[in-house]
């Protein structure tokens, strides 16, 4: 999914470091570098900086609902956030371009409306930040790609214009891999990402940027998209709420039939993750896959009994290799369902063959987006890149028209599968986030991964199956580090899982735990 435009623009050194001024409002739009900015020596500010950092730790229902009370105005939750970016984005680097005048002024027309008693969206006055991959009008947009590191679109890609019309406040982008391809944060335009529990450590990807930024406190709630596991991947390694959707569920405008790709809310909690999504939802006449149903389920109580669920546990997805704390952690989750009333078997679809259908479905998709482009400049195009576009080229006809019977099929026995369980839950990942100086992990518990996504099938075998997935927090391994535990719904139940992620969450608290920065 990409709507990067076609005209090249040249390379340069990005940005400037983020001023002092959050609390006034009087924050220059800059991109974020990883130096730290110059401190206030001011009491009185530091004073209102700790009681104003506090608000970033509430959940986005809870921001939302005092908002709506006014116990809060959106210049006090926005500047609050801004003053988090300030004091914390250094280290991480989430945050990539900021538009701290323009969110601050945006936050005051809000606070305006409501004053005048306007009609008030479920997200007013919630900040948000959009994945650098994302077209936004007026602001830039580079794609993490040197070619586009000065790139300002001059129109909303739709998401954006559905959350903007729900109330939120864009504060700026989110940094992701060059093009969004990989599980690893990094590009030459921003420089990687780290991980708030271990600074060496990747935020995963391609959401990376979001996930961490959410896991700091910069955002409430951030948007992101997922092919192979980008939303999962990063929400899992940072211990937040990633939320793939299914196909349709949030409409695009590409006008696109495949279901690989789509757009989803990410979050602290569960609760935060539905909010979110009811803002993006909804019919949309262009996208041949939009699912007609109105948003405001999404906003109901996600509370209510599992006694006697059918929850399939997953044995080994056909065989493919788990690290060692990835399955330890994931299998002591399994008392909280047991505890919820849940029937828990050990059971999993056939994923035989969709190790072949799903990359050669991948590369035809980053054939027809980059392959003109990519002929035209190689060296702005990563190795990554080139190999999609190279292995859509050997590709046959026979090839696609296999890979395609695959996926037909395996979405017929999905259907049959959840027909005898209501959940499959499993392992979002198969290793701990690594060495963020790391492109990919070569090998897992000794097993080759010969190329940069064989370590990620955990998610992108799910992304076959054309069914809502879900990554929660599960807990943590030895060494201290995230691990996220995925429950997969059947097609369009994308409340029931949610519901299901939210009685988990609830019942283990682990995404209460938050990095020490």
Known sequence: MSDAPHDGLSRRAFGQLLGVAALTGALPDVSLAASPPPRSADTKSAVRYAAGDELCDLSAVDLASRIRRKQLSARDVMAAHLARIERVNPKINAIVTLVADRAMSDAKKADEWQARGGMLGPLHGLPVAHKDLVSTAGIRTTYGSPMYKDFVPTTDALIVKRIRAAGAIMLGK??????????????????????????????????????????????????????????????????????????????????SWSPLSTAGPMARTVADVALFLSSMVGPYAPDPLSIDENGARFRAPLARSFRGTRLAWFKDLGGIPFESEITRVVHASRQAFLDLGCIVEEAEPDFTG???????????????????????????????????????????????????????????????????????????TQVEPFDVTTEYPATVAGTAMPTYIDWMRSCWYITFMACPAISVPAGFSASGLPVGLQIVGRHRGDWSVLQMAHAFEQATRHGARRPSI
């Open 174 to 255: 989110t940094n992701t891999p060059e093009w969004g391809a990989g599980s690893n944060t990094f590009n030459p335009v921003f420089g990687a990402t780290v991980n708030p529990y271990n600074q060496t450590k990747t935020v995963g990807g391609s959401s990376g940027g979001a996930a961490a930024a959410l896991r700091c406190g910069m955002v409430p709630i951030a948007g992101g998209s997922d092919t192979g596991g980008s939303l999962r991947n990063p929400a899992a390694f940072t211990n937040v709420v990633g939320f793939r959707p299914s196909p349709g569920r949030v409409p695009d405008d590409d006008g």
């Open 354 to 428: 969709v190790d072949e259908a799903f990359p050669i479905l991948r590369h035809l998709s980053y054939h027809s987006s980059y392959a003109k482009r990519a002929r035209e400049n190689p060296a702005m195009f990563k190795d990554s890149v080139k190999w999609e576009i190279a292995e859509a080229e050997r590709n046959t006809g026979a090839d696609v028209a296999r890979a395609s019977a695959r996926q037909a099929l395996l979405y017929t026995e999905t259907f049959r599968f959840f027909e005898q369980y209501d959940y499959f839950v499993l392992p979002v």
